[in-house]
């Protein structure tokens, strides 16, 4: 493996847009459940976001495996230093936040004495002991973490289309097959 | 002072105290806890104030019997949200009907140091039957007492309107008991 590839691997496209999905889904879901006064179907769509948020934790884990045990295809040479750096820098991080906000929510999660269990089936350890200071701090980072991931999410995909329509450089369609 | 050495010769020996008749409640160090399910998951929940009439004479339990009355808003249920919602008209409707009340109607012994206690449980103004198996067992002059039993919420109408709907919250609520009584001087 000296040479970098040219593509991603089918494995590495269908992670990255599993878990794509799967952010889509929790963040609005997030934003809108926060609000909902209690009820039957809050406690349900709170679930429901756990478990996407958790599917997310472990699609990631699963694609760091892949990432240490592959090479990306290498980025362009028509993009200069600092874009790279900048490219590389945003990957690192979206990992890095892909990994903190669902490990955040769930140790909110044990912290407000709500163990999670995996689609109703497979409960997970509570990683603190129930705190109701933890929890509010949890929540907050749940929170800010979760924005901040936005925020890269969309300088990232903007990033993608100016790659697309401006340089030209077939970077969208490595990730988007379809697209050549 | 009989009951005194009573107690100490039935720690020593390890032999089941006889003749000790249990009264007063250590509130301290009693509890009485319950786990409800949430979408499959086990949520813990407490109650803060109850008062327990207990008579117990582990020599002749056909003669005992406890009553206990908790104060329903004094209700624990895992976070400020869910204490809030829970005193409200479709769960206790606490304003309403404040307390719970259990009245023993009879005591039997299963062996060894294990019992069981039937009686009725008012909650919301519906009364059920309910059986609980329990421990004794004797720590000092104190009797303590361990047991738990399940409840159908919907039969007391804890729950109603939209959280009838058990998928989301599970009809089946355990009891957890602890008290811990000492010996009547
Ligand atoms: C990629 C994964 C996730 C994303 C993008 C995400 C995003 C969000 C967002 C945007 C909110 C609303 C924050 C607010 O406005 O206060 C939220 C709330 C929440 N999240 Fe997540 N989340 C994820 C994973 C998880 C996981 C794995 C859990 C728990 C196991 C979790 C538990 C919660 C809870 C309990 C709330 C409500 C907090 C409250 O009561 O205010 N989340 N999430």
Known sequence: MTTAPTQYTRTAIALHWLIALLIFVAFPVGLYMVDLPLSPQKLKIISWHKWAGITVLALVLVRILWRVTHRPPALPDSMNSIEKLAAHGAHHLLYLLMIAVPLVGWLMSSAKGFPVVWFGVLPLPDLVGKSESLAEFFEEAHEILAWLMALIVVVHAAAAVKHHFVARDGILARMLPFLK | ?185
């Not at chain 2, 582990?58 to 624990?76: H, N, R, T, W, Y």
């Open chain 2, 1 to 185: 002072m009989k009951i005194f050495v009573t107690a100490l010769a039935a720690a020593a020996l390890a032999l089941p105290a006889a003749a000790v008749e249990y009264g007063t409640l250590d509130p301290a160090k009693s509890s009485l806890a319950f786990t409800s399910k949430q979408m499959g998951v086990p949520v813990d929940g407490k109650f803060g104030k109850f008062k327990v009439a207990l008579s117990f004479d582990p020599a002749a339990v056909q003669k005992a019997s406890a009553g206990f009355e908790l104060e329903l808003a004094s209700i624990d249920a895992g976070s400020k949200e869910a204490n809030d919602e829970v005193v409200g008209k479709d769960w206790f409707n606490a304003k309403q009907f404040p307390t719970a009340v259990f009245k023993s109607t009879s005591v039997k012994a299963l062996g060894g140091n294990r019992f069981e206690v039937t009686g009725t449980l008012t909650i919301k103004g519906r009364t059920q039957n309910v059986t609980a198996p329990f421990t004794y067992k004797a720590d000092g002059a104190n009797g303590v007492f361990e047991g738990a039993f399940t409840i159908k919420r919907l039969q007391f109408g804890i729950g109603e309107g939209p959280w009838g709907d058990t998928s989301t919250v599970a009809d089946d609520v355990q009891i957890k008991f602890r008290l811990v009584a000492a010996a009547r001087k």
